[in-house]
């Protein structure tokens, strides 16, 4: 088995991708080779709500010599707030993860509908059929119907379509009631992974509100936090390692690991390119716990 390791000083890791499997624009061997040309070492695949792509990613990456690990962003609530939890390291065969995926894919095909019909009512019609057709074996979501949209001629630019129909607030913008937190968290640990907070900075919250998520994540079993995801100015990611820091303080836990990520979706992005974050010196990386984490259950293991 080739090591979960990797060195900050000269290994170029990206935990949080997105491939055909959910909403990426790559394959999963697209992304691999990919990540392979931009000599990342250590990646994961975390397809929103599946994990269809990982056998195809960890062929590619036994292939081209990247350690591909198994992953997943998982949507959930806390409280009221959609947020997302990465599960890294995880054994795709878990019966409990299984399921929780199943439930989010009729959750996902549902407001796909609901999404469709608002679009209809604002004049958009075959919105359904456009975004599956973009989506192939994946479930629709909101960056499909972009893509429709801008493909229809409806709008400019993917950009356009979320700040018009389907961003926050917006025509599009449908309530799912997700699993809550603590459930996810479970689900994670249970097929024998790591449950980290993902984007901890994208969810416009103020500071006393992303201190008490960060304290509430790590009271219900998370593991680690996603401390860059893309690239992001410096003093931000001071900023979340002090709220971080504080959060764990609150509830009287031990600071957690860090992991890191560009949330790769499709080429032309370079603030979310493959390997395009570091993690700062002295942090602890999240694969540390990857050799100390044990849920009874064994780790997926990688291609040789």
Same mark, same amino acid.
């Given at each position: ?8 000083? *000269? ?9 055909? +499997? ?36 960890? /062929?590619? %990456? ?59 009512? /604002?004049?958009?019609?075959? +919105? ?21 949209? #801008? ?7 993917? +950009? ?9 607030? &917006? ?12 459930? *996810?968290?479970? *689900?994670?640990?249970?097929?024998? %992974? /790591? ?23 790590? &009271? ?8 860059? /995801? ?20 609150? #509830? ?15 080429? %032309? ?7 395009? #974050? ?16 044990? &849920? ?9």
């Amino acid at each position: 088995m080739r090591a979960l390791l990797a060195d900050l000083k *000269t290994d170029l890791v990206d935990l949080h991708s997105h491939s055909t +499997a959910s909403d990426g624009i790559l394959s999963p061997a697209q992304l691999v080779s990919r990540a392979n040309s931009l000599s990342v070492t250590l990646m994961a695949l975390t397809d929103h709500d599946t994990v269809d792509g990982v056998a195809q990613a960890q /062929c590619a %990456g036994e292939h081209a010599g990247i350690t591909v690990v198994a992953g997943i962003e998982f949507s959930t609530l806390w409280g009221r707030r959609p947020i997302h939890i990465l599960g890294l390291n995880i054994q795709p065969t878990s019966a409990l993860l299984q399921r929780a995926i199943g439930l989010r894919q009729t959750l996902r095909c549902e407001r796909a509908e609901r999404i469709a019909r608002q679009l209809h009512q /604002c004049g958009f019609h075959g +919105a359904l059929e456009g975004a599956c057709g973009l989506a192939g074996r994946a479930a629709p979501g909101r960056p499909h119907f972009a893509r429709w949209l #801008v493909e229809a001629g409806h709008v400019v630019d993917s +950009a356009r379509a979320f700040k018009r129909y389907l961003g926050t607030g &917006r025509v599009g913008d449908v309530r799912v009631e997700w699993p809550q937190l603590a459930e *996810t968290i479970d *689900t994670i640990h249970a097929a024998g %992974g /790591c449950a980290v907070l993902a984007h901890p900075l994208k969810y416009r919250l103020t500071r006393t509100q992303l201190q008490r998520l960060i304290s509430d994540f790590l &009271r219900s079993g998370g593991d680690a936090l996603e401390l860059l /995801c893309g690239r992001q100015n410096p003093a931000q990611t001071r900023e979340l390692s002090a709220l971080i820091t504080a959060g764990a303080k609150a #509830v009287q836990l031990p600071v957690p690991p860090s992991s890191l990520g560009s949330d790769f979706h499709q080429p %032309g992005q370079a603030w979310r390119e493959l390997g395009c #974050v570091h993690l700062p010196q002295g942090v602890e990386p999240v694969w540390n716990l990857w050799h100390t984490l044990h &849920r009874g259950l064994q780790s997926h293991p990688l291609p040789v």
